[in-house]
C-alpha cells in the first residue's frame, strides 16, 4: 500500500533531496494520517458516547489530536518548502520544527482535559454498557494504526524526517493505548470490574508523556542541538578520504531545517602544494559534499608544514603534552 501511494501521488520518487519531493512526501503522509486519524476518531466518539465509556471517548479524543497534528504538519510542510527570500536567505525549512511544537502544545491540552474527566470517572465510576460494534471499531483501529506507524516510519526515512518518525513512533504507541481500552472494554463486560475510569487515566497520562517528548524534540533543533555524531563522521571520511588533506577541524553545523543544513570547517594541507590545484580539489569536495549529504559546505584552506622533520617532531611533542591535560583535546595550525 505504501508504495502505491507512493507511485500515485509522488512524480519523482527517487529525488527526496529535492525541497518539491520532499514537500510532496510530506503533504502525502500529512494527508494520509489526517484522513485515517480523523475516520477512527468520528467511530470511537460515536461508539464511546452510544455505550457511555470515557475511556474510548479519551481515545477518539487521541484520535483527534493526532489529526489535528497532521493538519498542523501539512501546513508546516508546504511553509517549509518555500524558496529563500530576502528576509530568509537560508530558506523556511524551520517551519516543520515549528509546526511540530504547535502540535504538541494542543496534544498537551487534549491532554489535561482528558486527565480532568478520568479522574471524575475513576472517583464516580458507572458501567459501561457492552457491545460487539465497540469491539470491531476497536480491532479495526489497532489494524489500521499499525499500518499507519510502517507508513510514516517508511517515508520519514526515506526524506530523513524526525517529524514523520516520531509520527511513526506516536501511532506505534497508539496501539498500545487503544489495546487497553479493548481490554478494560472486555474485563468489564466478563467480570463486572468497573475500569474504565482507570484506563482512561492511564490514556490521558500516555498522551501528556508523547506530548512533552515530542514538545522536546522539536525545541531541541530550534535551540540549537549536537549534530548528529554519524553525519559529524561521515563529513569527515569524505573530506579525509582525499590525500591532499590531512587533517579536519573546527568543523561546524548549521541547521536551518530539514533539507537546510550548512557546514563549515578548516582542511589542513601542505604549505608546499600546488594553490590552484589545492583550491581546485578543495572545491571538489564542498560539491561531493552537496550532492552526497545534502547540505551546503563552506571550507577554508589550512596551510602546514608536512615536509619538515623538526617540525613534525615538535608537533608530535605539543600534542601528547596536550593529551596529558585533556585526552580529548587536539591541536590545529601548529
Request: hydrophobic content about 50%.
Amino acid at each position: 500500500m505504501t508504495q502505491l501511494l507512493i507511485r500515485l501521488f509522488i512524480r519523482r520518487p527517487n529525488s527526496p533531496q529535492d525541497p518539491r519531493v520532499r514537500a510532496a512526501y510530506g503533504n502525502l503522509a500529512s494527508v494520509v494520517g489526517m484522513v485515517c486519524n480523523i475516520l477512527l476518531c468520528l467511530g470511537k466518539f460515536v461508539v464511546g458516547t452510544l455505550f457511555g465509556s470515557i475511556a474510548i471517548t479519551a481515545d477518539a479524543l487521541n484520535n483527534l489530536s493526532d489529526a489535528s497534528s497532521n493538519i498542523v504538519s501539512l501546513v508546516g510542510f508546504k511553509l517549509a518548502a518555500k524558496a529563500p527570500d530576502a528576509e530568509h536567505p537560508y530558506g523556511h525549512a524551520r517551519f516543520e520544527y515549528l509546526a511540530g511544537l504547535v502540535v504538541s502544545v494542543t496534544i498537551l491540552g487534549i491532554g489535561f482535559s482528558l486527565l480532568k474527566e478520568s479522574v471524575t470517572k475513576v472517583l464516580h465510576p458507572t458501567p459501561v454498557q457492552f457491545g460487539w460494534l465497540t469491539v470491531a471499531v476497536l480491532v479495526v483501529s489497532i489494524l489500521v494504526k499499525l499500518w499507519m506507524s510502517g507508513f510514516n516510519r517508511a517515508i520519514g526515512r526515506i526524506i530523513s524526517s524526525e517529524t514523520l518518525i516520531a509520527t511513526a513512533a506516536d501511532s506505534r504507541n497508539d496501539v498500545l493505548s487503544t489495546a487497553a481500552v479493548l481490554v478494560a472494554t472486555l474485563v468489564g463486560q466478563f467480570t463486572g470490574l468497573m475500569i474504565d475510569g482507570w484506563v482512561g487515566l492511564l490514556v490521558a497520562l500516555f498522551i501528556l508523556y508523547s506530548a512533552y517528548k515530542a514538545a522536546k524534540e522539536t525545541l531541541s533543533p530550534l535551540l540549537g542541538q549536537t549534530p548528529d555524531p554519524e553525519f559529524v563522521r561521515h563529513i569527515q571520511e569524505i573530506v579525509l578520504s582525499y590525500p591532499e588533506v590531512q587533517n579536519v577541524h573546527d568543523l561546524i553545523v548549521h541547521d536551518y531545517g530539514p533539507g537546510r543544513v550548512i557546514i563549515s570547517l578548516h582542511a589542513e594541507v601542505s604549505a608546499s602544494g600546488n594553490l590552484l590545484e589545492l583550491h581546485d580539489v578543495i572545491d571538489n569536495i564542498e560539491h561531493r559534499l552537496q550532492k552526497e549529504l545534502g547540505c551546503v559546505a563552506v571550507i577554508h584552506m589550512d596551510p602546514i608544514v608536512t615536509d619538515d622533520p623538526e617540525t613534525q617532531r615538535l608537533r608530535l611533542a605539543v600534542a601528547e603534552k596536550v593529551k596529558t591535560i585533556d585526552p580529548r583535546l587536539t591541536i590545529h595550525d601548529f
